[in-house]
DNA sequence: GTTGATTTGTTACAATATAACATCTCAATT
DNA sequence: AATTGAGATGTTATATTGTAACAAATCAAC
Protein backbone atom coordinates (compact mmCIF):
# COMPACT_ATOMS: atom_id res chain seq x y z
CA UNK A 1 0.00 0.00 0.00
CA UNK A 2 1.51 3.38 -1.02
CA UNK A 3 1.82 6.37 0.89
CA UNK A 4 -0.56 8.05 -1.11
CA UNK A 5 -3.30 5.68 -1.04
CA UNK A 6 -2.99 6.04 3.03
CA UNK A 7 -3.49 9.50 2.58
CA UNK A 8 -6.55 9.49 0.38
CA UNK A 9 -8.82 7.65 3.44
CA UNK A 10 -7.44 5.90 6.25
CA UNK A 11 -8.70 2.77 5.05
CA UNK A 12 -8.01 -1.19 4.99
CA UNK A 13 -7.38 -1.47 1.57
CA UNK A 14 -6.72 -5.20 1.48
CA UNK A 15 -10.38 -5.36 2.18
CA UNK A 16 -11.48 -2.62 -0.14
CA UNK A 17 -9.54 -4.53 -2.72
CA UNK A 18 -11.21 -8.04 -1.62
CA UNK A 19 -14.62 -7.10 -1.54
CA UNK A 20 -14.26 -5.73 -5.24
CA UNK A 21 -12.40 -8.82 -6.76
CA UNK A 22 -15.04 -10.97 -4.40
CA UNK A 23 -18.39 -8.72 -5.50
CA UNK A 24 -17.22 -9.20 -9.46
CA UNK A 25 -16.57 -12.63 -9.09
CA UNK A 26 -20.23 -13.31 -7.29
CA UNK A 27 -21.47 -11.52 -9.99
CA UNK A 28 -20.15 -12.53 -13.30
CA UNK A 29 -21.43 -16.12 -11.66
CA UNK A 30 -24.81 -14.94 -11.60
CA UNK A 31 -24.84 -13.47 -14.57
CA UNK A 32 -22.80 -16.49 -16.45
CA UNK A 33 -20.29 -14.52 -17.77
CA UNK A 34 -16.45 -15.49 -17.43
CA UNK A 35 -13.95 -13.76 -15.08
CA UNK A 36 -11.05 -14.91 -16.71
CA UNK A 37 -7.49 -14.99 -15.52
CA UNK A 38 -6.90 -11.87 -17.72
CA UNK A 39 -9.90 -9.99 -16.93
CA UNK A 40 -8.74 -10.77 -13.23
CA UNK A 41 -5.59 -9.79 -13.03
CA UNK A 42 -6.52 -6.35 -14.79
CA UNK A 43 -9.46 -5.71 -12.58
CA UNK A 44 -6.85 -6.66 -9.44
CA UNK A 45 -4.34 -4.18 -11.34
CA UNK A 46 -6.73 -1.51 -10.94
CA UNK A 47 -7.90 -1.93 -7.77
CA UNK A 48 -3.95 -1.62 -6.56
CA UNK A 49 -4.46 1.66 -5.34
CA UNK A 50 -7.37 4.55 -5.93
CA UNK A 51 -5.69 6.38 -8.68
CA UNK A 52 -6.64 6.18 -12.06
CA UNK A 53 -4.83 3.87 -14.62
CA UNK A 54 -4.02 4.14 -18.00
CA UNK A 55 -4.20 1.19 -20.37
CA UNK A 56 -0.48 0.99 -21.22
CA UNK A 57 0.58 1.39 -17.74
CA UNK A 58 -1.40 -1.94 -17.01
CA UNK A 59 -0.36 -3.52 -20.29
CA UNK A 60 3.38 -2.95 -18.48
CA UNK A 61 2.69 -4.23 -15.44
CA UNK A 62 0.20 -7.16 -16.82
CA UNK A 63 3.16 -8.44 -18.82
CA UNK A 64 4.98 -10.14 -16.19
CA UNK A 65 1.97 -12.54 -15.58
CA UNK A 66 0.90 -12.80 -19.12
CA UNK A 67 4.14 -12.26 -20.99
CA UNK A 68 2.18 -12.14 -24.47
CA UNK A 69 -0.02 -9.48 -23.70
CA UNK A 70 -0.61 -6.55 -26.09
CA UNK A 71 -2.77 -3.51 -26.42
CA UNK A 72 -5.78 -5.54 -27.39
CA UNK A 73 -5.65 -7.55 -24.45
CA UNK A 74 -5.77 -4.22 -22.17
CA UNK A 75 -8.86 -3.09 -23.83
CA UNK A 76 -10.71 -6.12 -24.29
CA UNK A 77 -10.57 -6.88 -20.62
CA UNK A 78 -11.31 -3.31 -20.23
CA UNK A 79 -14.49 -3.36 -22.11
CA UNK A 80 -15.43 -6.64 -20.69
CA UNK A 81 -15.02 -5.06 -16.87
CA UNK A 82 -16.91 -1.60 -18.06
CA UNK A 83 -19.65 -3.48 -19.68
CA UNK A 84 -19.97 -5.31 -16.23
CA UNK A 85 -19.90 -2.22 -14.35
CA UNK A 86 -16.91 -2.96 -12.48
CA UNK A 87 -14.78 -0.12 -13.74
CA UNK A 88 -15.25 3.19 -14.63
CA UNK A 89 -13.73 5.04 -17.36
CA UNK A 90 -11.91 8.64 -16.26
CA UNK A 91 -13.39 10.51 -19.64
CA UNK A 92 -10.95 13.89 -18.49
CA UNK A 93 -7.67 11.34 -17.79
CA UNK A 94 -8.00 8.50 -20.59
CA UNK A 95 -7.58 6.46 -17.52
CA UNK A 96 -9.75 3.34 -15.64
CA UNK A 97 -10.72 3.77 -11.61
CA UNK A 98 -12.47 0.71 -9.96
CA UNK A 99 -16.02 0.99 -9.31
CA UNK A 100 -17.02 1.06 -5.98
CA UNK A 101 -20.60 0.33 -5.84
CA UNK A 102 -21.01 -2.54 -7.77
CA UNK A 103 -24.88 -2.91 -7.18
CA UNK A 104 -25.68 1.27 -8.53
CA UNK A 105 -26.60 0.89 -12.28
CA UNK A 106 -24.73 4.41 -12.82
CA UNK A 107 -21.68 6.38 -12.30
CA UNK A 108 -21.88 9.08 -9.46
CA UNK A 109 -19.23 11.75 -9.35
CA UNK A 110 -15.54 11.57 -9.80
CA UNK A 111 -13.51 13.46 -7.58
CA UNK A 112 -9.76 13.24 -9.00
CA UNK A 113 -7.33 14.94 -6.61
CA UNK A 114 -4.63 16.70 -8.62
CA UNK A 115 -1.82 15.89 -5.93
CA UNK A 116 -2.79 12.59 -4.38
CA UNK A 117 -3.97 11.57 -7.76
CA UNK A 118 -6.56 9.45 -5.93
CA UNK A 119 -10.41 9.47 -7.26
CA UNK A 120 -12.97 9.10 -4.76
CA UNK A 121 -16.71 7.49 -6.55
CA UNK A 122 -19.13 9.70 -4.47
CA UNK A 123 -22.66 9.42 -4.32
CA UNK A 124 -24.54 12.52 -4.41
CA UNK A 125 -28.13 11.73 -4.16
CA UNK A 126 -29.21 15.81 -4.46
CA UNK A 127 -26.61 16.60 -7.08
CA UNK A 128 -28.44 13.27 -8.99
CA UNK A 129 -31.76 14.67 -8.24
CA UNK A 130 -30.74 17.95 -8.97
CA UNK A 131 -30.01 16.77 -12.54
CA UNK A 132 -32.68 14.86 -13.37
CA UNK A 133 -34.87 17.61 -12.94
CA UNK A 134 -33.09 19.59 -15.07
CA UNK A 135 -32.90 17.09 -17.77
CA UNK A 136 -36.10 16.18 -17.50
CA UNK A 137 -37.05 20.23 -18.31
CA UNK A 138 -34.67 19.59 -21.09
CA UNK A 139 -36.48 17.15 -22.66
CA UNK A 140 -33.21 15.16 -22.84
CA UNK A 141 -33.21 11.14 -22.28
CA UNK A 142 -29.95 10.51 -20.18
CA UNK A 143 -28.51 7.49 -21.24
CA UNK A 144 -25.12 7.65 -19.44
CA UNK A 145 -23.44 10.65 -17.89
CA UNK A 146 -19.42 11.57 -16.73
CA UNK A 147 -19.39 14.01 -13.82
CA UNK A 148 -15.83 14.48 -12.89
CA UNK A 149 -14.43 17.23 -10.98
CA UNK A 150 -10.37 18.00 -10.75
CA UNK A 151 -8.88 19.45 -7.51
CA UNK A 152 -7.73 19.18 -4.13
CA UNK A 153 -8.60 16.07 -1.79
CA UNK A 154 -9.71 16.80 1.81
CA UNK A 155 -6.88 15.12 2.96
CA UNK A 156 -4.38 17.04 0.89
CA UNK A 157 -5.97 20.22 2.32
CA UNK A 158 -5.02 19.09 5.48
CA UNK A 159 -1.73 17.65 5.30
CA UNK A 160 0.71 19.83 3.64
CA UNK A 161 3.29 16.83 3.62
CA UNK A 162 3.93 15.65 0.27
CA UNK A 163 2.39 13.30 -1.05
CA UNK A 164 4.15 10.08 -2.72
CA UNK A 165 3.48 11.67 -6.38
CA UNK A 166 5.84 10.85 -8.71
CA UNK B 1 -26.31 25.51 -42.34
CA UNK B 2 -27.23 21.99 -41.74
CA UNK B 3 -30.37 20.00 -41.08
CA UNK B 4 -29.10 18.64 -37.92
CA UNK B 5 -28.53 22.22 -36.61
CA UNK B 6 -32.07 23.18 -37.39
CA UNK B 7 -33.29 19.91 -35.53
CA UNK B 8 -31.08 21.34 -32.21
CA UNK B 9 -32.59 24.34 -31.86
CA UNK B 10 -35.04 26.54 -34.19
CA UNK B 11 -32.53 29.82 -34.13
CA UNK B 12 -30.51 31.85 -36.76
CA UNK B 13 -27.03 30.39 -36.61
CA UNK B 14 -25.79 33.32 -38.46
CA UNK B 15 -26.58 35.63 -35.14
CA UNK B 16 -25.25 32.99 -33.11
CA UNK B 17 -22.09 32.17 -34.76
CA UNK B 18 -21.66 36.29 -34.80
CA UNK B 19 -22.53 37.41 -31.53
CA UNK B 20 -20.03 34.43 -30.09
CA UNK B 21 -16.95 35.65 -32.53
CA UNK B 22 -17.56 39.22 -31.68
CA UNK B 23 -17.45 38.51 -28.19
CA UNK B 24 -13.96 36.68 -28.45
CA UNK B 25 -12.91 39.63 -30.50
CA UNK B 26 -13.96 41.84 -27.89
CA UNK B 27 -12.81 39.97 -24.83
CA UNK B 28 -9.21 39.87 -26.56
CA UNK B 29 -9.07 43.11 -27.17
CA UNK B 30 -10.19 43.94 -23.41
CA UNK B 31 -7.57 40.89 -22.59
CA UNK B 32 -4.18 42.00 -24.89
CA UNK B 33 -4.12 38.40 -25.92
CA UNK B 34 -4.19 38.42 -29.72
CA UNK B 35 -7.17 36.88 -32.13
CA UNK B 36 -4.85 35.84 -34.86
CA UNK B 37 -6.38 34.78 -38.23
CA UNK B 38 -5.30 31.16 -37.35
CA UNK B 39 -7.15 31.37 -34.03
CA UNK B 40 -10.30 32.94 -35.35
CA UNK B 41 -10.57 31.01 -38.36
CA UNK B 42 -10.65 27.75 -35.49
CA UNK B 43 -12.70 29.44 -33.48
CA UNK B 44 -15.57 29.68 -36.77
CA UNK B 45 -15.30 26.27 -38.01
CA UNK B 46 -16.40 24.73 -34.32
CA UNK B 47 -18.63 27.32 -34.65
CA UNK B 48 -19.95 25.89 -37.64
CA UNK B 49 -22.37 23.98 -35.90
CA UNK B 50 -23.29 22.61 -32.62
CA UNK B 51 -21.59 19.67 -33.14
CA UNK B 52 -18.14 19.07 -30.85
CA UNK B 53 -15.25 18.91 -33.90
CA UNK B 54 -12.43 16.52 -33.55
CA UNK B 55 -9.03 18.29 -33.77
CA UNK B 56 -7.85 16.38 -37.08
CA UNK B 57 -11.45 17.20 -38.39
CA UNK B 58 -10.60 20.94 -37.78
CA UNK B 59 -7.10 20.31 -39.55
CA UNK B 60 -8.48 18.90 -42.53
CA UNK B 61 -10.86 21.87 -42.83
CA UNK B 62 -8.61 24.88 -42.26
CA UNK B 63 -6.08 23.36 -44.47
CA UNK B 64 -8.08 25.67 -47.40
CA UNK B 65 -6.78 28.57 -45.36
CA UNK B 66 -4.12 27.51 -43.99
CA UNK B 67 -2.20 25.29 -46.25
CA UNK B 68 0.92 24.89 -43.71
CA UNK B 69 -1.28 23.55 -41.35
CA UNK B 70 -0.42 21.20 -38.90
CA UNK B 71 -1.33 19.36 -36.23
CA UNK B 72 0.70 21.54 -33.91
CA UNK B 73 -1.36 24.38 -35.73
CA UNK B 74 -4.55 22.73 -34.52
CA UNK B 75 -3.73 22.46 -31.12
CA UNK B 76 -2.13 25.53 -30.26
CA UNK B 77 -5.13 27.22 -31.77
CA UNK B 78 -7.13 24.98 -29.21
CA UNK B 79 -5.04 25.71 -26.56
CA UNK B 80 -5.31 29.40 -26.61
CA UNK B 81 -8.92 29.01 -27.14
CA UNK B 82 -10.04 27.28 -23.92
CA UNK B 83 -7.44 29.40 -21.91
CA UNK B 84 -9.69 32.33 -23.31
CA UNK B 85 -12.56 30.16 -22.22
CA UNK B 86 -13.99 30.33 -25.80
CA UNK B 87 -14.39 27.04 -26.34
CA UNK B 88 -14.86 23.63 -24.12
CA UNK B 89 -12.86 20.46 -24.39
CA UNK B 90 -16.07 17.41 -24.34
CA UNK B 91 -13.71 14.98 -22.72
CA UNK B 92 -15.82 12.14 -23.18
CA UNK B 93 -15.53 12.45 -27.45
CA UNK B 94 -12.23 13.95 -27.95
CA UNK B 95 -13.65 16.65 -29.20
CA UNK B 96 -14.34 20.74 -28.90
CA UNK B 97 -17.67 22.93 -28.70
CA UNK B 98 -18.07 26.27 -28.72
CA UNK B 99 -18.74 27.79 -25.15
CA UNK B 100 -22.41 29.68 -25.28
CA UNK B 101 -21.38 31.61 -22.09
CA UNK B 102 -18.13 33.51 -22.79
CA UNK B 103 -18.82 35.73 -19.34
CA UNK B 104 -19.85 32.77 -16.57
CA UNK B 105 -16.60 31.44 -15.17
CA UNK B 106 -16.82 27.97 -15.44
CA UNK B 107 -18.24 25.46 -17.23
CA UNK B 108 -22.10 24.13 -17.36
CA UNK B 109 -23.60 20.97 -18.50
CA UNK B 110 -23.07 19.28 -21.53
CA UNK B 111 -25.40 17.55 -23.14
CA UNK B 112 -24.57 15.48 -25.99
CA UNK B 113 -26.92 13.62 -28.32
CA UNK B 114 -26.43 10.87 -29.98
CA UNK B 115 -28.47 10.96 -32.44
CA UNK B 116 -28.41 14.07 -33.87
CA UNK B 117 -24.53 14.84 -32.47
CA UNK B 118 -25.25 18.36 -31.14
CA UNK B 119 -24.03 19.32 -27.89
CA UNK B 120 -26.36 21.81 -25.80
CA UNK B 121 -24.55 23.71 -22.77
CA UNK B 122 -26.60 24.09 -20.14
CA UNK B 123 -26.73 26.13 -17.20
CA UNK B 124 -28.15 24.78 -14.06
CA UNK B 125 -27.54 26.48 -11.36
CA UNK B 126 -29.63 23.85 -8.96
CA UNK B 127 -27.46 21.34 -10.15
CA UNK B 128 -23.66 23.55 -9.36
CA UNK B 129 -25.27 24.27 -6.30
CA UNK B 130 -26.18 20.96 -4.75
CA UNK B 131 -22.56 19.67 -6.42
CA UNK B 132 -20.72 22.67 -4.68
CA UNK B 133 -22.79 21.57 -1.23
CA UNK B 134 -21.73 18.02 -1.85
CA UNK B 135 -18.00 19.08 -2.33
CA UNK B 136 -17.95 21.11 0.64
CA UNK B 137 -19.04 18.28 2.46
CA UNK B 138 -16.31 16.33 1.11
CA UNK B 139 -13.93 19.01 1.84
CA UNK B 140 -12.91 18.69 -1.57
CA UNK B 141 -11.62 21.99 -3.59
CA UNK B 142 -12.63 22.03 -7.35
CA UNK B 143 -10.51 23.96 -9.98
CA UNK B 144 -12.56 22.66 -13.11
CA UNK B 145 -15.11 20.02 -14.44
CA UNK B 146 -16.66 18.22 -16.96
CA UNK B 147 -20.19 17.37 -16.65
CA UNK B 148 -21.24 15.54 -19.96
CA UNK B 149 -24.61 13.38 -19.94
CA UNK B 150 -24.95 11.72 -23.42
CA UNK B 151 -28.59 10.55 -24.57
CA UNK B 152 -31.41 11.79 -26.83
CA UNK B 153 -32.46 15.61 -27.25
CA UNK B 154 -35.97 16.70 -27.05
CA UNK B 155 -35.51 17.46 -30.76
CA UNK B 156 -34.72 13.93 -31.87
CA UNK B 157 -37.36 12.28 -29.17
CA UNK B 158 -40.38 14.30 -30.51
CA UNK B 159 -39.43 14.49 -34.51
CA UNK B 160 -38.30 10.44 -35.55
CA UNK B 161 -36.83 11.71 -38.61
CA UNK B 162 -33.90 11.09 -39.31
CA UNK B 163 -31.72 13.76 -38.93
CA UNK B 164 -28.55 14.37 -41.34
CA UNK B 165 -26.12 12.27 -39.48
CA UNK B 166 -22.54 11.93 -41.17
C1' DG C 1 15.15 49.99 -36.73
C1' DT C 2 16.20 47.13 -32.61
C1' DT C 3 14.71 44.32 -29.25
C1' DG C 4 11.99 41.00 -26.84
C1' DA C 5 7.90 38.45 -26.61
C1' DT C 6 4.62 35.95 -29.05
C1' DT C 7 3.20 33.28 -32.75
C1' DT C 8 3.88 30.07 -36.35
C1' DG C 9 6.50 26.51 -39.24
C1' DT C 10 8.40 22.10 -39.20
C1' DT C 11 9.94 17.54 -38.03
C1' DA C 12 9.65 13.91 -35.34
C1' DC C 13 7.51 11.09 -32.20
C1' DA C 14 4.60 9.65 -28.06
C1' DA C 15 0.30 8.03 -26.35
C1' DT C 16 -4.18 6.10 -26.97
C1' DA C 17 -7.17 2.95 -29.32
C1' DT C 18 -9.14 -0.23 -32.92
C1' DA C 19 -9.61 -3.52 -37.03
C1' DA C 20 -9.15 -7.84 -38.86
C1' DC C 21 -8.24 -12.36 -38.90
C1' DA C 22 -6.03 -16.58 -36.93
C1' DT C 23 -5.87 -19.69 -33.12
C1' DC C 24 -7.11 -21.71 -28.94
C1' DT C 25 -10.13 -23.50 -25.25
C1' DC C 26 -13.77 -25.71 -23.37
C1' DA C 27 -18.23 -27.29 -22.72
C1' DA C 28 -22.25 -29.34 -25.02
C1' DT C 29 -23.62 -32.46 -28.37
C1' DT C 30 -23.16 -36.43 -31.43
C1' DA D 1 -13.96 -40.19 -28.29
C1' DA D 2 -14.81 -36.88 -32.17
C1' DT D 3 -17.46 -32.69 -33.59
C1' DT D 4 -18.94 -28.37 -33.19
C1' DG D 5 -19.82 -23.72 -31.86
C1' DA D 6 -19.21 -19.83 -28.92
C1' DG D 7 -16.32 -17.18 -26.44
C1' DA D 8 -11.74 -15.79 -25.45
C1' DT D 9 -7.15 -14.84 -26.75
C1' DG D 10 -3.02 -14.25 -30.00
C1' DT D 11 -1.11 -11.49 -33.48
C1' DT D 12 -0.14 -8.00 -36.86
C1' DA D 13 -1.02 -3.86 -38.51
C1' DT D 14 -2.81 0.56 -38.42
C1' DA D 15 -5.81 4.50 -37.03
C1' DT D 16 -6.45 8.31 -33.95
C1' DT D 17 -5.13 11.75 -30.73
C1' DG D 18 -1.71 14.69 -28.84
C1' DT D 19 3.14 16.68 -27.66
C1' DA D 20 8.21 17.92 -27.76
C1' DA D 21 11.69 20.58 -29.50
C1' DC D 22 13.75 23.90 -32.10
C1' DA D 23 13.90 27.18 -36.05
C1' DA D 24 11.83 31.05 -38.33
C1' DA D 25 8.75 34.77 -38.70
C1' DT D 26 5.94 38.45 -36.94
C1' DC D 27 4.63 42.19 -34.30
C1' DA D 28 4.40 45.61 -30.65
C1' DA D 29 6.96 48.72 -27.95
C1' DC D 30 10.69 51.24 -27.25
Redesign the interface.
Known sequence: MSDSTELFAPHNHSLCINTALTTASQLCAERGVQLTAIRQQVLELIWADHHAVKAYDLLERIKPLQSAAKPATIYRALDFLREQGFIHRV??LNAFVGCNDLKSAHEQ?L?I??RCENV?E?H?D??M???A???AL?????????????????TC??SNNTPSLN
Open positions: ESLLCKERASVQALQELAGFTAHHQAIEIHGICATQ
